[in-house]
């Protein structure tokens, strides 16, 4: 039997028999957007280019301020703005940022994007720029990406004539314009350190805007605590090819799909532009859904969250189902010589008898198991601060510690292990580790779709890493023969999610292309 046939029939046998005879050569694609549903999985359902965007901090001097896409790699992806990453593909990037003469704060690819850039927003917003760069005082305040959402919103409120108009995008909401969605004022208002922080605002912009008055109507505390209303609860992450954090954006339609837990689409971006796709068949828009936070958490983190975040409480089908919190909680059996596992709800610690001998926990493993979970949870919190300061052999080692900790008492299929595992892996990855980071994509690939949805670029992204990371670490012809398998997979599931006519999908064919010839 040929390779291309071994690997077909081993991906014939994967969780979905309508996929398994994909054309494994992954043509590229264009793609169309429907108008209306119902839709099937993979239809991309909605794109559009953002009303407001700003870039992130991390990445002003290394990407282009406007199109996000300046610095290209060989497979057309933009590069990735940790430091790290962007050191071992630097020697494929097309070299040249401008920077602006006038504010010396904003960086473009070009004079194209310089001078879009200069019509949209970037003609008024200089000026601010270029002022408050004058002390390091009011310079601060510009790394603050909300602060420039709300700038760029006043901008265009006073300059743009088609301020109140729906954003550039299909299928257009006509009722979805910037005065018409939701700021949430009622509540906001009611929170003192929101408003400490609007009072700031209010008094950084009349510090800059001295002696102007055409802003002085919307940089009063009452009207500028809508706007950033309206700016925080609607604003979207801009992610990059590699997954990483470009920027954040306004989407007025894309911001009117409500959340679910439990989520039927997803977004990806070409540059700045967002595409939703459908994850599952959906029979019309209103139906659809996507998440707003980390699958990982258990459900009432994750209904805190979403109500200090986004005022409202979550009933969707994952937060209804009571049996999920146990099942993302499962912890090994307490029995030595049993290899099952319980599910065991992770506040009361009720529990299921075993799945294989049927004996359920006595008090003393459940206040072990506690424990565990408790420090669990905290010593990822510190790995959380010390992932902010990009001290990657910091968080591997803590990450290590607590994963052994974790693995004697939580199952695989744990999502505090599963998240634990998924760091260790990343950051031996980044250190180039690639044994180490191997080995856990390995096991991540097992039971990740055990707990999570499998469409989704998380799980693409450890897919296409148990193959590039395989094949760096192993060496024989089978064994990178089976590896491929696990790339198939991952090219199923960015066709999926962001379409064969996506920046996304070009950087996995890429590296793809290049495993199968090896």
């Keep these: 039997m040929s390779a291309r046939k071994a690997v077909l029939r081993t991906v014939s046998a994967g969780p979905d028999k309508e996929d398994s005879a994909v054309d494994l050569t992954f043509p590229v694609q264009s793609v169309e957007t429907k108008m209306h549903g119902p839709y099937k999985r993979g239809d991309r359902l909605l794109y559009e280019k953002p009303w407001i965007f700003v870039v992130s901090e991390k990445c002003r001097e290394r990407i282009c301020n406007h199109c996000f896409e300046s610095l290209h790699s060989s497979t057309g992806a933009s590069l990735p703005c940790q430091p790290e990453i962007l050191v071992r593909v630097s020697r494929t990037m097309k ?3 401008r920077r602006c003469t006038g504010c010396a704060f904003s960086w473009y690819c070009g004079k194209d994007c310089q001078k879009t850039s200069w019509k949209f927003v970037h003609k008024h917003e200089c000026q601010f720029f270029k002022k408050a760069l004058e002390t390091e005082e009011t310079a601060i305040p510009l790394t603050v990406e909300t602060v420039r959402l709300c700038l760029q919103a006043m901008i265009r409120m006073k300059n743009d004539p088609d301020w109140d108009r729906p954003a550039d995008g299909f299928p257009e909401l006509s009722h979805r314009t910037f005065p018409n969605i939701m700021s949430h004022w009622k509540e906001i208002r009611e929170d003192q350190k929101e408003l400490d922080f609007i009072d700031l605002m209010s008094s950084y912009f009349q510090k ?6 055409l802003y002085s109507d919307l940089i009063e505390p009452s009207v500028l605590g809508v706007i950033y209303g309206k700016v925080r609860i609607n604003n979207m992450t801009i992610f ?5 954090k470009l920027g954040v954006g306004l989407y007025l339609s894309a911001s009117a799909i409500d959340h679910a837990c439990l989520p039927n689409a997803c977004p990806s971006f070409s540059g700045i532009r967002i595409n939703i796709h459908a994850t599952e068949d959906v029979d019309c828009f209103d139906n659809v859904r996507l998440s707003y936070l980390d699958q990982t958490y258990f459900s009432r983190p994750r209904r805190e969250m979403l109500r200090q975040r986004y005022y409202f409480d979550c009933f ?3 937060c209804a189902d009571d049996r999920l919190d146990r099942k993302m909680n499962a912890v090994r059996c307490t029995k030595p010589s049993c290899k099952g596992h319980v599910l065991m709800d992770p506040y009361t610690f009720d529990s299921d008898p075993c799945s294989v001998c049927q004996e359920m ?3 003393i493993s459940k206040e072990s198991i506690k424990r565990a979970l408790q420090n669990g949870i905290e010593a ?8 902010k300061s990009d001290e990657h052999r910091k968080v591997l080692h803590e990450s290590e510690e607590l994963y052994l900790i974790l693995r004697k008492v939580m199952h695989p299929t744990n999502t505090l292990l599963i ?3 998924l760091q260790v892996a990343t950051s031996a990855d980044i250190l180039g580790q690639y044994d180490k980071a191997f080995f856990h994509f390995m096991q991540l690939a097992i039971v990740y779709p055990q707990v999570f949805s499998r469409w989704c670029f998380q799980y693409s992204e450890i897919l296409m890493k148990c193959t590039t990371r395989g094949l760096l670490v192993q060496q024989s012809p089978l064994q990178h023969r089976n590896l491929l ?3 198939i997979e991952a090219m199923k599931i960015v066709s999926t999610c962001a379409g064969r006519d996506s920046p996304t999908f070009a950087y996995y064919k890429k590296f793809y292309d290049d495993c199968r010839q090896t």
């Excluded at 800059?208 to 008055?213: M, S």
């Excluded at 990059?240 to 990483?244: E, H, N, Q, R």
């Design 95 to 97: 070299p040249g940022l």
């Design 208 to 213: 800059i805007w001295k002696g102007q008055d």
């Design 240 to 244: 990059g090819t590699y997954g990483d």
């Design 316 to 318: 969707c089908r994952g």
């Design 361 to 363: 926990p006595d008090d």
């Design 380 to 387: 990822q919190a510190l790995v959380a601060e010390a992932k």
């Design 419 to 421: 998240s634990t595992s």
């Design 485 to 487: 398998v696990h790339f």
